[in-house]
């Protein structure tokens, strides 16, 4: 069969990895791809949000299954318009990839269908929100309610800090439309986890879980990036906290969107925090995380393209997904500036120690090919994933890979999985 992905990032490359595994896969397609992808697929220069030429390129490439990556096309309703042309496609469609499109719309959710979750209050207006922050216990937590790159959120310390968080999210529009609307969350503590899921409509199966390391700086300092770094499986997510998961979050979240008459088929991202009173929902995506994917499908044992086809058909409940007893390490290699500011353009070396191998990976996420070499292209250039037969043993390979590696101003976090020794 013939598979054509959408996307560029790093997710897209461990997708395509995935795929190619596959027996069933004769062809593969990246719109529009990057450097690493090239080595696995046929690159085509069409952007995500280019509806028509992505539908066009697929009816005359007769492709079987477009898998769409990331959140601004699902949310754009990309596979809607797939299906209304009668071709093939993995994701949610656009009513039900509002449940990442959305922050107000998933806090309601979860209120009315009574998911644990942080308590929260929406506004539309900046001087109702200023308002309601005079009474309110901090830290708390500002989210802009739409699409903004994984970075529109603000942990607020102070009243003060606050009210410059609402005055950029709101008023200066830092993170453009999403900040027309405001949620003002609980603050919560605890372990942070991930948790990936396939869904069909009606049946979820959870994949093994992770965590990811959102902070530019070591000790979890600077800004908040689309993600410096993940480890797989988190050993704070217990067999107690993944049934409590299954019967008070996972299901029901499924149960929920197919009663509000949005069923939901694709990939459903949990982000949870295991707090003193049990787990809550911090967040839900509509789609593979990343870096999650670049630590969690390389431990899948399944056909990637049967699980993606269960769900389409909504037979998933005949899948039983199974995983490696091991582990995983992904650490970002990013351009020094990101997420804030950076240089692109420089040359990247060493690319080659990662051929022909498969306990270690080297997912692209900002490259491109020029006549002299792969260059960096993109804050987060490079995401290098190792299996060990433990998470230690994949972090010391993890960051073993990862001097391999030079390119000029290259930066990454030196502690990526250090939650771990604190589990033993």
């Not at 005359?60 to 042309?85: H, S, T, Y």
Request: charged letters at 25%; a negative charge; hydrophobic letters at 40%.
């Amino acid at each position: 069969m013939k598979v054509l992905i959408v996307g560029s990032g790093g997710r897209e490359h461990a997708i395509a990895h995935s795929v190619s595994k596959s027996g069933q896969v004769e062809e593969i397609y990246c719109a529009p791809g990057n450097a690493g992808i090239g080595l696995l697929a046929q690159c085509v220069p069409i952007g995500v949000m280019e509806f028509d030429r992505i539908e066009a390129f697929a009816r005359e490439k007769a492709i079987d299954l477009i898998i769409v990556g990331g959140e601004d096309p699902l949310v754009g309703g990309l596979v809607d318009q797939l299906e209304a042309a009668g071709l093939r496609a993995f994701g949610p469609r656009k009513d039900a990839a509002i449940l990442e499109g959305s922050k107000a719309f998933t806090k309601d959710l979860m209120k009315k269908y009574h998911i644990p979750t942080a308590a929260y209050e929406t506004f539309d207006r900046a001087e109702d929100a200023l308002a309601y922050l005079e009474s309110a216990s901090f830290p708390i937590v500002l989210k802009a309610d739409g699409l903004a790159l994984g970075k529109g959120v603000l942990i607020c310390q102070s009243l003060e800090q606050a009210r410059e968080g609402v005055k950029a999210i709101m008023e200066d529009k830092q993170f453009g439309s999403a900040g027309n609307r405001l949620v003002i969350e609980e603050f919560l503590t605890g372990r942070e986890v991930s948790v990936l899921s396939f869904v069909d409509g009606k049946t979820i199966k959870t994949m093994t879980s992770a965590q990811d390391h959102k902070r530019a700086g070591d000790g979890d300092t600077g800004p908040n990036t689309g993600g410096m770094g993940t480890f797989s499986p988190s050993p704070f997510y217990t067999p107690q906290i993944d049934r409590f998961c299954q019967e008070h979050i996972y299901q029901p979240t499924v149960d929920a969107m197919a009663a509000e008459g949005r069923p939901f088929k694709g990939i459903i991202f949990f982000g949870l925090m295991l707090t003193e009173k049990g787990p809550r929902v911090l967040e839900y995506n509509a789609r593979f995380g990343d870096p999650e994917t670049q630590v969690v499908l390389p431990r899948m044992k399944n056909d990637i393209i049967e699980v993606m086809e269960a769900c389409i058909d909504e037979r998933l409940d005949n899948i039983n997904l199974e995983f490696e007893d091991n582990a995983a390490v992904c650490v970002v290699l990013a351009s020094r500036g990101y997420p804030v500011r950076y240089e692109k353009g420089f040359l990247i070396e060493g690319l080659e120690r990662f051929e022909g191998r498969d306990d270690c990976f080297c997912f692209h996420a900002g490259t491109k090919r020029t006549p002299e070499g792969i260059v960096t292209a993109g804050g987060r250039v490079l995401g290098i994933t190792a299996r060990g037969e433990n998470l230690h043993r994949a972090r010391e390979n993890a960051y073993e890979a990862a001097q391999w590696v030079t390119f000029e101003n290259k930066y990454m976090r030196h502690d990526i999985g250090k939650a771990i020794d604190e589990a033993q």
